[in-house]
């Protein structure tokens, strides 16, 4: 067994920053969409809690894209730009999750400091993290004073469909949150992945060697 430092500091700082406000986000909205359901908090006091952890998120946000832009580690989200090689690791590890991980298959990919996404997840992130995530971090200021962006919410039809991108992107994060969880514990242990974030040393398995045909 190896170990890889994969997950620097800023990272993992981010990273568990992001995880718990996107929860407080989900549990507060929640409390504000459906009031008959949840009384967890009053009204008022939901909606300050989501304007204001919505604001340390989008300061978390630039964070984590001015560290990756800023640093080397920009190539870990770098994507393959050979469709051919793409799509037949992203083929590949479909099939690993599909059946091969209920055979006891080994994954197929190797994650390295540089390249610690498989092709799935290089192309999940890259679209969760340069579109998702700032659409729903613009629709949410939107929402948060109506009056003083109302012109730019005309623009793109009123509150209503502003409202509506926003809930279902909601709905689109939890769903996310849920298989994100999953997949980590697809590890070698079902803890494996999720110390890797704590402490930044992904547990690599030694690949088999080849026995020598006689």
Do not use: C
């Amino acid at each position: 067994m190896q170990k890889l430092y994969i997950n620097p500091l800023p990272v993992r700082i981010w990273h568990w920053t992001n995880a718990l406000g996107f929860l407080l986000l989900i549990a507060s909205g929640l409390q504000i969409r459906y009031l008959d359901l949840f009384q967890w908090l009053s009204f008022r006091t939901a909606v300050i809690a989501h304007n204001w952890i919505g604001f340390v998120l989008i300061v978390n946000f630039f964070v984590w894209f001015g560290f990756y832009l800023l640093s080397d580690k920009i190539k870990v989200y770098h994507p393959e730009l050979s469709p051919s090689k793409y799509f037949r690791a992203s083929f590949r590890q479909l099939q690993f999750y599909g059946y091969g991980i209920f055979r006891g298959d080994p994954n197929p990919h190797h994650p390295s400091a540089y390249r610690k996404f498989n092709a799935l997840q290089s192309m999940m992130y890259q679209i969760i993290m340069m579109l998702l995530v700032p659409m729903q971090f613009f629709t949410g200021v939107l929402l948060w004073d109506v009056t003083r962006f109302s012109s730019v919410i005309e623009v793109f039809g009123g509150v209503r469909v502003v409202d509506t991108v926003h809930v279902l992107l909601f709905i689109v994060f939890s769903g996310f949150i849920i298989v994100h969880v999953y997949l980590a514990s697809l590890g070698h242990t079902r803890s494996a992945h999720f110390k890797a974030m704590l402490t930044g040393y992904e547990e690599i398995e030694d690949e088999p060697t080849q026995k020598a045909s006689s």
